[in-house]
């Protein structure tokens, strides 16, 4: 008899050659104790770093009390504290909460919600956007065909607008604002016509699909169409929420409000939590059944997200993640400058992406891999992204210090010189 054997599905691939035994803050050691700065977080998740030591304690004080209280069967006391303390966080009026697990679910809740409240049936959403893989976030998504390819056809009702991605489109910024609102408002013309039209959904910062901001004039324009057409705004908050662009949320940076606000990753500093956040008339309008799951608001998740507000807040991270942000842009875009092949540097706060531009225009990718590479030799761990995966994007936990930068930086310098021999 054969000996029974099993292995990760082929198609998972990894992004750095690492064996991870241990984290402790910024860094990440393989079994061998190398240590390797870690400029991917678990994709923007370990925003405290890795184990921060209060963040330890409240989740194994947890388990030792009670791992998981399904929360429409009984309710528990980190989830009531959860709740109370994001009420002090989120966006104004946004007084209700709804918890799942990942942020694709979240997604679709929200998709979800915004059909039922509004009886209209399409969504909006823009080129570069990813929101998940799951079928109606995959329908949602545009990072990337591989998101959405050979599992047609999708969710209907899906119209699909420029961004504006002032460097791809050869504009100014503004020019690229006005473009893409003239955009939106023309497919409101001949499209979908906003009495058929349910919500627009964005991400403050294109994640996946380049690390590319959207500017303060487009999500304010978004707003402004919203509240004229009676349309949803829906703003995706997955990767740039809980500090990471240097505000407490992205969406902060234009001044405005969004309808629903989609939050995960950065939440409870490596734990599976998500959710959406609403106002209480508009989550009312959810129909019975429509909202519930086996392990949403999961007791460890919960007391392990407490935790991590307290540190964000205690130690100044939102702060620290501005004034670093700086540092780390003004570092790499020192470093493009004495590279002609990184075309744009680009992102607020931790969430800083490096575009690879060949001359002729067309994006780099095989520098931009040699790159990424050669950082993980060096001992900086990066993850690329963008529809062709040329930029490397750099998203360091909140608690990154100065001389961390620096030396990321310095690391990276190296990288991009050995890619560019």
Known sequence: MAEPSAALSPLLKQATPVLAARGEGVYIYDEDDRRYLDFTAGIGVTSTG????????????????????????????????????LGGVLPDGLDRLFYVNSGSEAVEAALRLARQATGRQNAIVFQGGFHGRTMAAASLTTSGTKIRAGIGPLMPGVVVLPFPYAYRLGMSEEEATEYALRELDYQLATVSAPKDTAAVFVEPVLGE??????????????????????????????????????????????????????????????????????????????????????????????AA????????????????????????????AGVAADHDVIGDVRGPGLMVGNEFTAPDGSPDTATATRAHKAAAEKGLLLLTCGPHGNVVRMIPPLIVTADQIDQAVDLWSQAVKEATA
């Open 50 to 85: 890795h184990c921060h030591p209060r963040v330890v304690e409240a989740a194994q004080r947890q388990v030792a009390t009670l791992v998981h209280g399904q929360y429409t069967t009984v309710m528990h006391r980190p989830l009531l504290q959860l709740t109370e303390r």
């Open 209 to 302: 699909g380049g690390y590319v901001p959207a500017p303060a004039a487009f999500l304010r324009g978004l707003r402004e169409r919203a509240d004229q057409h009676g349309i949803l705004l829906v703003v995706d908050e997955v990767q740039t929420g809980f500090g990471r662009t240097g505000a407490f949320w992205g969406h902060e940076h234009a001044g405005i409000r969004p309808d629903i606000t989609i939050i995960a990753k950065g939440l409870a500093s490596g734990f599976p939590l998500s959710g959406i956040a609403a106002p209480h008339e508009l989550m009312e309008k959810a129909w019975p059944g429509s909202q519930g799951g086996t392990y949403g608001g999961n007791a460890v998740s919960c």
């Open 305 to 332: 997200a407490l935790a991590t507000l307290d540190v964000i807040e205690d130690e100044g991270l939102v702060a620290n993640a501005a004034e670093m942000g700086v540092r780390l842009t003004r570092g790499l």
